[in-house]
């Protein structure tokens, strides 16, 4: 933010800092720290992933109204910020843009409309090339409703989002696609979905789930 005092003006600035929720050997760290960067002040924009150790994000920065926009980079085991790529307007210029791991690699999902069955897939190569891979799927051209990617599994399957009824939990389906053999594998959700007795009134999709074997303070 910028501030005038008198007939000066304080050039703009901000700061990044980090809270490690768990430490080592159980420890629970209190405190913020500062993030070393050496950027100009950014907005982040759009969803981010975390691949090996490194959080990528995109955001915007730039002297003109922060009309730049670059793929951020964070180690979080070294904890330092700074840009990555800048993006071309091919990227980022759409109304719907996420990031997935895609075989271990940073990649732009581009849909055109939320209804839509193409989507892009951005995948970097280094940090000024990239490749494109597209995606279409026919078989869900009749259907009428959201369909989002949510990720991707570890041989490589995407994997889709679809509800096809205004009932957020009547008919929704979670569909892997393989787009190197052309094969989509269908697997619609239980209906009626309930925690205890309550109704549940919003479902977050993982595609990272690993079973782990971990202790939990009780309250």
């Avoid at 193409?118 to 280094?126: G, Q, S, Y």
Wanted: glycine share 6%; aromatic share 14%.
């Amino acid at each position: 933010m910028s501030d005038k005092v008198g007939d000066y003006s304080k050039v703009p600035s901000s700061e990044h800092k980090v809270f490690t929720l768990m430490g080592r050997e159980g420890r629970v760290a209190q405190t913020w720290r500062m993030v070393k960067c050496n950027t100009s002040p950014h907005c982040p924009k759009a969803n981010g992933v975390c691949i090996n150790g490194v959080l990528y994000y995109v955001a915007s920065t730039g002297k003109k109204r922060m009309s730049e926009w670059f793929l951020m980079r964070f180690d979080v085991r070294t904890e330092k910020l700074g840009l990555l790529s800048r993006l071309s307007w091919r990227l980022y210029d759409l109304d719907r843009l996420s990031l997935i791991n895609y075989q271990g690699k940073v990649t732009f999902v581009v849909q055109t409309c939320p209804s839509s069955t193409i989507f892009d897939l951005w995948v970097m190569k280094d940090t000024v090339e990239w490749s494109r891979i597209c995606v279409h799927i026919p078989w869900m051209s009749g259907w009428k409703s959201t369909i989002d990617i949510i990720g991707t599994t570890h041989t490589g399957q995407i994997v889709f989002f679809y509800n096809h009824s205004d009932d957020m939990y009547a008919r929704c389906f979670i569909l892997y696609y393989d787009h190197k053999t052309n094969r989509l594998i269908n697997r619609r959700l239980s209906y009626g979905i309930e925690v205890g007795f309550q109704p549940v009134s919003a479902m977050l999709l993982s595609c990272d789930y690993v079973e782990n074997v971990m202790s939990f303070f009780s309250f």
